[in-house]
Nanobody, 127 residues
Framework: QVQLVESGGGLVQAGDSLRLSCAASGRSFSNYAMAWFRQAPGKEREFVVAISRSGGSTYYQGSVKGRFTISRDNAKNTMYLQMSSLKPEDTAVYYC????????????????????WGQGTQVTVSS
């Protein structure tokens, strides 16, 4: 199992930047493909970005492509989400998720298969 804890959320203005972190504890972080999801008020949780075990493969939702950057440091058991040019529509609770996989360079963009989730961190972008 792996336990996930997000941090780094907050209240910012449109155009600002934030970096979220997802710290993992437990068994072998490098065995997990990872992803960020978010849930805005009154909406279903949606996929944001995914990264493979190695960090070499990534996939972004279209609305964040070019503004958000996902990365991971397997030596530090931590995944990051650098968010730039934030917009009010980015306001949401952001969750990190982990999926155990045998494939080193495969990412997963759907919730199905992600067995481990953090508690979420709130990101609020004011206009």
């Amino acid at each position: 199992q792996v336990q996930l804890v997000e941090s780094g959320g907050g209240l910012v203005q449109a155009g600002d930047s934030l970096r979220l972190s997802c710290a993992a504890s437990g068994r072998s972080f490098s065995n997990y493909a990872m992803a960020w999801f978010r849930q805005a008020p009154g909406k279903e949780r949606e996929f944001v970005v995914a990264i493979s075990r190695s960090g070499g493969s990534t996939y972004y939702q279209g609305s964040v492509k070019g503004r958000f950057t996902i990365s991971r440091d397997n030596a530090k058991n931590t995944m990051y989400l650098q968010m730039s040019s934030l917009k009010p529509e980015d306001t949401a609770v952001y969750y990190c998720a982990a999926r155990l996989t045998d494939y080193i360079d495969v990412y997963y963009a759907r919730e199905f298969g992600y067995a481990y989730w953090g508690q979420g961190t709130q990101v609020t972008v004011s206009s």
